[in-house]
């Protein structure tokens, strides 16, 4: 049986002295190319061997020539890649992913070892995001779950956990360490102090911390330390005698996703080690471990004591240790590794691609179901994902991903539009609603293949849109520490071109807004592909000035999203949106737009008297349901931490009418009446944004803001508020936050606004309603509150069955099916 020969593009290391050999081990035949970039890396092997093989000779030299590391692979090596190469296992780095699935079509895996950025953002910008989904032989092979909270969904889809292993020399030497042999000193880890900015920072701070007797810091040089405190490089074998004759490791780092070897090879020895909390490490323990510092104070302080021999704490240190460190050992690792790899490069092995990028086409395919294209790529820099949630401030974005899970669940196929670099985001924010029903249409246009000065240019473009000037600097300054004259000249025409890059891009801002607010739209190409594809039947616009180019759509049923229009009623206000550009595109979108979706019949009967000139046969009214998941009876996440006894909530962004003033006053009078009753009792106003100085009323110590919440901290802060405080003086429709506050079974303290009135009816009655400004009166209705929480419940209970029935989502589903049904309309070629 012929062995299978497998692509080993990998260079670590490590990995060369454990996953190489395994590899090989298991009867692969493994072809590990030589590391001949110019870029340095402490860790790569260098001393290349060609390995046993049994290319022909013509495609031995081919490989052994190409560097495969960085650079774009060569048309002749992906010959030979695609010719001779059952699977390729590609190790670490995003970009070298990239450029290998462009040229290889076999079956890949991507080995990681944890990483401190998302690899799902770097794929993306890198153009690899296709290339991994529409494919059927694509596994993600990270080391733990642990570091994989970042990536996006797309990528965890494609996942199969594997660990990784120490090397032999540690693994030969476990608990070998002997605390009698051990001298007053401890370990400390930063490699690179003079080249890279990151870990010259990191070295100032161990100086700052780490006094230089009785602390060695360990870690490879690019270029020497005049530091006795840095032991620098050494061999591999001086290394690991320095490292056994420590009295134990700090582990400074904080990094939750990346987990240095060092501390766990000095626990193989047998040594303790403590360490910061966040940190990956710190990940692997129980919360209660014994090795865990919660600041960097504590983690010299536990550095001093095993310094200076407490024997309790280093033997209570290295009990704790066992389970963690078994996770790097051979007896553990190999068996995963074995299976997974056997399972993987098996003949039947498959890995079902998500076939998440939607492609335009002219062709007539007669699709099963109706498709809606939703312009959405305006938010993506606004969608967040953290601690493996995604969520989005703006509530626009979160109503129109209700919009997509209605749409979903009514059988409409949805297509979504997306800027390269926000692909992941924006599917991991809208997938939970339509699931494999969404497809997501990139609208960058992409450099023509095989133009080197043009890919350079568009990516020096990229770099200057969304990366700060300031990294291009720290990347100069390290480059300088390093004294790399050979590489300089290049990062300098970089830094120019990215700074003229920047300058071009404001100009053409303020030109594009110039032309906007004197009615001229910009052209944009994926709008030709929109109007040419004739399976795509309808388009949602989703705001009314952030896409102007979809005033050229043709052919197409387009509804417009238009929540509300509040410059009718702040006519000179920028910062309500009053500017002449945003109106001149809304009056062609609503132009445009065969139908008008709004919330609230009060904003149904305004839109007609605004500067958008709508008509009210188009406008069609569907009240919003609840927009967050079920939080049910989690626990507090723990990001929050304890929250306050009493708090009031207002989940809003700072905007003049939202009247935050007033709710800090309110804070600060409840508070009065509190202290002037004897209690000792506080309420705590919480924002969503930030408050100070004038705004604040005087009410700061008793205020805090979280600007950056996802949709379970969102409901958790409901839930346990005292009640909503909502202090707006007008809003375009119906509040969400009273919608959100009622179906949780929160009290509503609000303005008497008719917005609210008219929606809930004798319903509002129960409310506790108050005059625009009042605060006396909004600090009565939180006292009462305060006295009674269940009773003002109970009073509210007629407006909550009110809003419950009102904003069904199925009313708000049947609503939209109406809307979206389909009409004949002009140009159209069915």
């Known amino acids: 049986m012929k062995k299978k020969r497998i692509f080993w593009l990998g260079m670590h290391q490590v990995l060369s002295q454990t996953e190489l050999p395994r590899l090989r081990a298991l009867g692969y035949e493994v072809f590990n ?12 092997v260098y001393d290349w061997v060609a390995p046993d093989s049994s290319l022909p000779n013509e495609a031995l030299e081919i490989l052994a020539r190409t560097n495969f590391f960085y650079d774009e692979i060569p048309p002749e090596a992906a010959e030979v890649l695609n010719a001779y190469f059952d699977a390729a296992i590609v190790t670490i ?15 890949v895996i991507y080995r990681t070892y944890g990483q401190p950025h998302s690899l799902s953002d770097e794929l993306a910008n890198l153009g690899a995001l296709p290339l991994i989904t529409e494919r059927n032989d694509f596994w993600f092979m990270p080391n733990t779950e642990k570091v994989t909270d970042i990536e996006d969904d797309w990528l ?9 292993c120490l090397t032999p020399d ?11 042999a051990s001298g007053a000193e401890l370990g400390l880890l930063c490699p690179r102090v003079a080249d890279i900015p990151y870990y010259t920072t990191n070295y100032r701070h161990l100086k700052r911390y780490f006094p230089a007797k009785g602390y060695r810091i360990f870690g490879a040089q690019n270029v020497p330390v005049r530091d006795e405190q840095v032991i620098g490089t050494v061999e591999r074998s001086e290394f690991i005698r320095r490292l056994s004759q420590m009295r134990g490791f700090a582990y400074h780092y904080e990094e939750p996703t990346v987990c240095y070897l060092p501390p766990i090879e000095f626990m193989t020895l047998g040594g303790p080690v403590i360490f910061k909390k966040a940190s990956l490490l710190s990940r692997y323990f129980p919360a209660d471990a014994p090795g865990r510092t919660d600041s960097i104070e504590e983690l010299v302080k536990r550095s001093e004591q095993l310094r200076k021999g407490d024997r309790a704490l280093s033997r209570e240190l290295i009990e704790s240790q066992a389970e963690v460190r078994k996770l790097y050992q051979p007896e553990y690792v190999w068996p995963i590794f074995d299976e997974a790899i056997t399972r993987v490069l098996g003949d039947a092995g498959t890995n079902q691609a998500p076939e998440l990028i939607y492609t335009p086409t002219v062709k007539m395919e007669a699709p099963a ?13 606004l969608v967040v994902h953290q601690n493996g949630e995604y969520h989005c401030a703006e509530g626009i974005a979160r109503v129109i991903r209700q919009v997509i899970r209605a749409l979903a669940d009514l059988g409409f196929r949805v297509v979504v539009t997306s800027r390269k670099e926000d692909v992941g985001r924006i599917h991991g924010f809208l997938n939970s609603a339509a699931g494999r ?7 960058d246009k992409d450099v023509p293949v095989g133009s080197g000065a043009m890919t350079a240019i568009g990516r020096l473009r990229q770099i200057a849109r969304t990366r700060p000037f300031s990294a291009n600097i720290d990347h100069l300054k390290g480059l300088g520490r390093a004294r790399d004259i050979k590489n300089m000249p290049r990062a300098l025409a970089s830094t120019a071109a990215v700074a003229i890059f920047k300058a071009l891009r404001r100009v053409e801002q303020q ?3 110039f032309k906007l607010a004197n009615g001229a739209t910009p052209r944009a190409e994926y709008v030709d592909l929109i109007n040419a594809d004739t399976n795509i039947d309808h388009v949602l616009i989703s705001h009314y000035y952030m896409f102007p180019e979809l005033a050229h759509l043709e052919g197409k049923n387009v509804v417009l999203y238009l929540p509300d229009y509040m410059p009718h009623f702040y006519k000179a206000s920028i910062e309500m949106g009053a500017t002449r550009q945003s109106a001149m595109v809304g009056r062609k979108m609503v132009a445009k737009a065969r139908r008008i979706l709004t919330n609230s019949a009060f904003t149904a009967s305004y839109l007609p008297k605004t500067t958008l000139a709508a008509r009210p046969e188009n406008i069609v009214p569907v009240p919003l349901p609840y927009l967050n998941g079920d939080p049910g009876n989690a626990e507090a996440p723990g990001r929050l931490g304890v929250l306050p006894k009493y708090y009031a909530f207002y989940p809003t962004r700072d905007r003049p009418s939202k009247r935050l003033a007033d709710f800090a006053r309110t804070v600060a009078i409840v508070n009065e009446r509190l202290k002037a009753a004897g209690s000792e009792d506080r309420l705590i106003g919480l924002l969503t944004t930030p408050l100070t100085g ?7 110590e008793h205020l805090v803001s979280l600007p950056e919440i996802t949709d379970v901290e969102l409901g958790y802060l409901y839930k346990n508020a005292l009640c909503l405080l909502f202090t707006s003086e007008m809003e375009g429709n119906f509040p969400t936050q009273i919608t959100e506050a009622l179906h949780l079974g929160v009290p509503v303290v609000a303005t008497n606004i008719p917005l609210i009135t008219l929606e809930l009816g004798e319903a509002s009655d129960c409310l506790d309603l108050v005059d625009v400004g009042d605060c006396e009166g909004f600090a009565n209705r939180v006292v009462s509150i305060l006295e009674d929480h269940a009773a003002a419940v109970l009073r509210q209970k007629e407006a909550q069955e009110t809003a419950s029935r009102k904003f069904a989502y199925d009313n708000f589903k049947y609503g939209l099916s109406e809307l979206f049904r389909r009409v004949p309309v002009a140009n159209d070629r069915r």
């Open 369 to 381: 179901a109706e498709t809606v294209l939703v312009a959405f790529h305006g938010f993506g820099p």
């Open 170 to 180: 540690v693994v030969d030497r476990r608990d070998t360490w002997d605390p009698e």
């Open 93 to 107: 780095n995003p970009l070298w992913l990239a450029h290998f699935l462009k040229a290889y079509h076999g079956r």
């Open 33 to 44: 190319p030589p590391y001949l970039s110019d870029v340095y890396d402490q860790s790569a």
């Open 437 to 443: 029903n969404l497809k997501i249409m990139v609208i």
């Open 511 to 513: 030109v594009d807004n």
């Open 694 to 700: 004038k705004s604040a009323a005087g009410a700061e």
């Open 156 to 164: 965890r889809s494609r996942m199969m956990i594997v660990p990784y």
